[in-house]
């Protein structure tokens, strides 16, 4: 696989269990020595200038901890101050930072160990963002979270990445943060990168799974139904009363031609172009690769 | 100096750790205080029927021996030590290793600080005390002069580089031999025994004890115990540090060579 990342960017990892996404990130943070190919994170060997590769980057990898369990974070971070070599008024000012935007100012100073897998993980993201990485790898960061917990992180994820210029490369296998994150997708399968682009195109390139649903104001459903038939004899038709559901259409300008069949041919109360679930699209892309 | 800043942070961080285990202190505290009594016990009632152990030691001596060995014993599984070396040697097989990784320290300051800073308290809350309780009931005696006292624990800390260097050596092949509690096992089993932490090395068995000499264990325990009951004084004592540093040394390069060989084949597993 070979692929670039730009300041600012969030770019999503995505990929079956198994694929490679954590061996990618980890030989991205020098954690492990590639068997071959090599990579630079701002000019860097990640694995043969280990330690000044670690001060450009920040990890979080969700099942593993920057913090000390017995201590409260604060503790943490006066630590990663010290290990980070940032000046007392930088950590300060960070800190101030990040705690507003995370919602720290209470739970930094409670053990570790009394806090909720939400406030935890929080504590966790201002940990990894600390020493002001330029580049940060997040691991399942909203695993387990609830709603709130996820939006919560999501926004933060968001703002950082915006303001900071910070390139962020995002592992999950929960699509929504995708969704709400990245504007580009890497996709991997059995260590190949299997695509790499933006996830609008990646689901307009799966159009032929869109859909369209009408609820008509008259009597033509059975009549637009045979037009709709006689022009795609593929597709998938159903009628249910005054519900017209039409599937299997094909590419887009064809979903766009359907839609103008249906409104010349009966009254319509609504009509909507649903597009396929992003879980639909990803498992296609898994089991079938990249239309 | 900014690794030595790293350093002192690591340490004090598990100072800090280490006495929010206040519990596991006052049980090792009192584990410690039990173990010495009957070893101390134990080694009275065998030198009564041995006369090898009569001729070498007076019943005195070899008390205070065997009290100021498990003092100083490096391998003591007091609460905090026995966490730091599980978390130590478990770091490959529990992935927690990339958690170091990724940090711009490096790996041995970091390990040998974390031990540090639970050395420090292990001292405070368990050492210190059983060295006090032995003291006050007169099982022990003080050491023969100040400048042996000094001796005693410039000593002590040669012996923790000596022990810090054998158990980085040890928690580095767990990468090779992915089995930590089996490593853990062999560990503790060696380093009481060779280093002097249960008996004196001259009351073992001739070959053992020249293995115990050869290398480097007899450095850990058995050399300040010595220093501490007058056995090694003056030009020896200093011989005695001299070794104890160059090993110390030694275990350091060795670590160093043994982690740059074996880094590369890190593996972590799952996320």
């Not at chain 1, 020098?30 to 860097?44: E, H, W």
């Not at chain 1, 943490?76 to 290990?83: E, I, M, N, S």
Request: charged share 20%.
């Amino acid at each position: 696989m070979s692929f670039d990342v730009a300041e600012g960017e969030i770019v999503g990892l995505l990929g079956p269990n198994g694929a490679g996404k954590s061996t990618t990130v980890k030989i991205l943070a020098g954690v492990l020595y590639p068997t071959s190919g090599d990579a630079r994170i701002l000019g860097l060997d990640p694995f043969e200038q280990r330690i000044d590769n670690a001060r450009n980057i920040g990890v979080l990898f969700g099942q593993r901890s920057h913090l000390l369990w017995d201590l409260p974070p604060i503790d943490a971070y006066a630590l990663l101050r010290k290990v980070y070599g940032l000046s007392q008024a930088d950590y300060e000012a960070r800190l101030r930072e990040l705690s507003e935007l995370l919602g720290l100012d209470e739970l930094m100073r409670q053990s570790v160990r009394t806090l909720s897998l939400g406030q935890r993980m929080r504590c966790e993201l201002a940990a990894a963002f600390l020493h002001r990485p330029r580049v940060v790898y997040l691991d399942e960061p909203t695993i387990g979270l609830d709603i709130e917990g996820k939006h919560a992180i999501r926004e933060f994820i968001r703002s950082i990445s915006r303001e900071q210029q910070t390139a962020i490369i995002l592992t999950t296998h929960d699509l929504t943060d995708i969704q709400e994150l990245c504007e580009r997708v890497l996709v991997l399968n059995e260590g190949a990168l299997i695509y790499d682009g933006s996830l609008e195109h990646l689901l307009n390139r799966h159009a032929s799974t869109r859909s369209i649903q009408a609820e008509l104001a008259d009597g033509s459903a059975h009549a637009t139904r045979a037009r709709l038939a006689e022009r795609w004899p593929g597709a998938a038709i159903v009628v249910d009363g005054t519900r017209l559901r039409v599937s299997g259409i094909g590419a887009a300008e064809d979903i766009v031609s359907a839609v103008s069949l249906i409104m010349e041919t009966a009254r319509l109360r609504s009509i909507t172009v649903l597009d396929p679930p992003i879980e639909d699209v990803i498992l296609s892309v898994y089991q079938h690769g990249v239309e | 100096m900014r690794e030595l800043v790293k350093l002192t942070a690591v340490a004090w961080s598990y100072v800090k750790v280490s006495l929010a285990l206040r519990f596991g202190f006052f049980m090792s505290l009192g584990i410690t205080l039990l173990n010495t009594w009957i070893l101390v016990n134990l080694w009275d009632a065998i030198r009564q029927n041995s006369p090898e152990a009569q001729a070498e030691f007076t019943a005195a001596e070899l008390a205070t021996y065997i009290a100021v060995a498990q003092v100083v014993s490096l391998a003591r599984m007091s609460h905090a030590n026995r966490q730091l070396f599980y978390k130590a040697m478990g770091s490959v097989d529990s992935g927690e290793i990339a958690m170091d990784l990724v940090r711009p320290i490096d790996n041995q300051v970091l390990r040998y600080s974390q031990w540090l800073g639970v050395f420090a308290v292990d001292t405070l809350m368990v050492a210190l005390p059983t060295w006090l309780v032995f003291r006050l009931t007169g099982v022990i005696g003080d050491p023969d002069s100040g400048v042996q006292a000094v001796l005693f624990g410039l000593s002590v800390a040669l012996g923790w580089l000596v022990a810090a260097g054998f158990h980085y050596l040890m928690a580095a092949l767990t990468i090779v031999v992915t089995q930590s509690p089996g490593i853990n096992m062999f560990r503790v089993a060696v380093q009481e025994l060779l280093s002097g932490g249960l008996v004196p090395l001259t009351l073992l068995p001739a070959w053992l004890a020249t293995f115990a000499v050869v290398f480097p264990f007899h450095a850990m325990v058995s050399s300040p115990t010595l220093i501490y009951i007058g056995r090694l004084e003056g030009l020896e004592a200093l011989a005695a540090l001299g070794v104890q540093a160059a090993w110390g040394v030694g275990m350091i390069v060795a670590g160093r060579l043994l982690w740059l060989r074996l880094v590369r084949r890190v593996l972590v597993q799952g996320g």
